[in-house]
């Protein structure tokens, strides 16, 4: 047995009314189980609970047995000074707290058949483990819970991105510019990108931005595709010009370029090549600075799309590597990946910006632009369209790739809203609680 288990009948009301104190034998009636704590201290603060005449407020503590109290430490620590109440399944011996005070111990009792259900689950092969008896709830049930996982998984992100923030000393824009970098990589150069950013700061890069040949010799030069040992065969005139221009910029601000061997190229399309993405990139920022400040008086998700959207420079009409002539076509960035570029870099930022500084208008046009982009084609969205839950849009993808790879992916079902409804046997839950979500961790 594990004690999220037993967290799982408390918090749920799904114990047997015959609970009485082990030492005196008084019966205990639960008001209010108090509110699950994942962190540190007690399991349970703030509960209720009647012992024989006596009502009590304080923390609830559960382990599987009496005697866990003592080597989990907690006889020597204060903060459990206030349990008024120890939870378990195996009562082995009576305890103390660190202040000499004997703790009332309960042995809980439950349905077996509860208990049954939840090893079952446990046991069964596979991610999503429910998937047969998905169809048994009602689609508000999985919408609202889809919906609130969505708005955790956007705030982990925000948190992802915080570091970001400090790192720049709270500049909005150089952020921006970091993370949509980062995206530009897509999987396979995610990596190389941030390391440009990162070497090639916004500010830098916004002193010429009235000239886009100077951004891209900068942006090539910090690349290292500029190297001559990178691109032998048949350099042209434009791969010389910018050759010439970061070597006068280089000496200028005193750059250290990345290695050019980093950069993947192999066995993607040729349009993903970093050398496409890295003009579109740059077209970008000179096209749009100051970005950011841009997106916060956006009013529509077609605004947004229109300035994310860029074009790489001419010679890459007709050119996907330097000094390689190849069939004319225009290098524009895709409908797709400029949703992907929002949903993924632009949005959790302007969420965070929101929290940051009290303004939850920006909180809530976060969210609504998310809402606004068409659900997102992937394996994941595929697997859960085949048992019957399809997303609307991006906002619910997002919700279903947060409960199969954060949830269903570590058997997390005691902490999702689906699993307990399947686990209790539709037995009434905790309804305060039935929407709020855990700490994933």
Partial sequence: MKEEFLHFVWKNRLFNDDLFSEKGGEKIIVIDPGQ?????????????????????????????????????GHHNDH?????????????DRDIYTASGSEVYTTVIRYD??????????????????????????DRFTIRHWIHNLAVSRLERKTEMIRPQLIDTHNDWEETLYRSLAGYFGMSVNTLPFTRLARSLPLKLVARHSDDL????????????????????????????????????????????????????????????????RISQFASLITKTNPLFSRIKEADSIDDLRALL?????????????FGRK???????????????LILNAVIPLLFLYGKENSLQKFCDKAIDF?????????????????L????????????????????????????????TKLISLGKELDTDNAYSLEDPR
């Fill in 36 to 72: 699950y704590n994942r962190d540190s201290g007690p399991d349970f603060f703030n509960a209720r609970v009647k012992i024989g005449e006596t009502e009590w407020a304080g923390n609830v503590e559960i382990h599987i047995r009496a005697s866990s109290w003592y080597s989990h």
């Fill in 79 to 91: 903060a459990y000074d206030n349990v008024i109440l120890h939870v378990v399944s195996d009562f």
């Fill in 112 to 137: 077996q058949v509860v208990y049954e259900r939840y090893l079952e689950y446990m046991r069964r092969p596979g991610i999503i483990i429910c998937r047969d008896e998905l169809t048994s709830l």
């Fill in 213 to 276: 040949t100077t951004v891209e010799a900068l942006m090539y030069g910090q690349a290292g595709f500029l190297s001559p040992a990178l691109f032998r065969e048949t350099p042209d005139d434009y791969y010389f010009l910018l050759t010439r221009e970061y070597t006068v910029l280089r000496k200028k601000y005193d750059l250290k370029p990345m290695d050019g061997w980093i950069w993947k190229l192999g066995r993607m399309r040729p349009a993903n090549f970093p050398t496409i």
């Fill in 309 to 321: 959207r860029s074009e790489s420079s001419g010679y890459w009409s007709d050119h996907y590597l």
């Fill in 326 to 340: 190849s069939k004319s076509s225009v290098k524009l960035t895709g409908s797709q990946f400029v949703d992907l």
């Fill in 370 to 386: 998310s809402d606004a982009i068409p659900a997102e084609k992937n394996r994941i969205t595929k697997e859960w369209a085949e």
């Fill in 388 to 419: 019957g839950i399809e997303p609307a849009t991006a906002f619910e993808s997002q919700g279903l790739i947060e409960l199969r790879s954060v949830y269903c992916k570590n058997r997390m079902c005691l902490n999702c809203h689906i699993g």
